[in-house]
C-alpha cells in the first residue's frame, strides 16, 4: 500500500515562504523518483518540481531559483521549499512518484499567495 501525506501549506503574503512535506508509506519511496505537482483552480494538474533517487533535481521554468526540493530517504520524506511565493502560486500542491502514479494521488495541501 502505497499513501502519500502532504502537509506545511498555508495562507502566505507575496514574497514570503513556506515549506512543504510530504511523507511516504510503502517500500517504493527509495526506489522512485519523486515529483511535486499543483493544481490551480480550473487549470491542469502540473509538475513543480523532481527529484531522482540520488536527489537530483529538476524545476518548471515558473519556480525555477524561487523552489528547492529535496528529500530524505531515511525518513520517507519529500521537501518543498518555496520562497519568493507569488500570487500564481496559489494551488493545491501533491507529491507523488515521479511518473506519478495515478492511484496514489493524496489530499494535498493548500498554498495560497496573497496580501
Known amino acids: 500500500q502505497v499513501q502519500f501525506v502532504e502537509s506545511g501549506g498555508g495562507l502566505v503574503q507575496p514574497g514570503g515562504s513556506l515549506r512543504l512535506s510530504c511523507v511516504a508509506s510503502?517500500?517504493?519511496?527509495?526506489?522512485?523518483?519523486m515529483g511535486w505537482y499543483r493544481q490551480a483552480p480550473g487549470k491542469q494538474r502540473e509538475l513543480v518540481a523532481r527529484?531522482?533517487?540520488?536527489?537530483?533535481?529538476n524545476y518548471a521554468g515558473s519556480v525555477q531559483g524561487r523552489f528547492t526540493i529535496s528529500r530524505d530517504n531515511a525518513k520517507n520524506t519529500v521537501y518543498l521549499q518555496m520562497n519568493s511565493l507569488k500570487p500564481e502560486d496559489t494551488a493545491v500542491y501533491y507529491c507523488?512518484?515521479?511518473?506519478?502514479?495515478?492511484?496514489?494521488w493524496g489530499q494535498g495541501t493548500q498554498v495560497t499567495v496573497s496580501s
Open positions: 527529484i531522482t533517487t540520488d536527489s537530483s533535481a
Open positions: 510503502g517500500s517504493i519511496f527509495r526506489s522512485r523518483a
Open positions: 507523488n512518484g515521479f511518473p506519478w502514479m495515478a492511484m496514489y
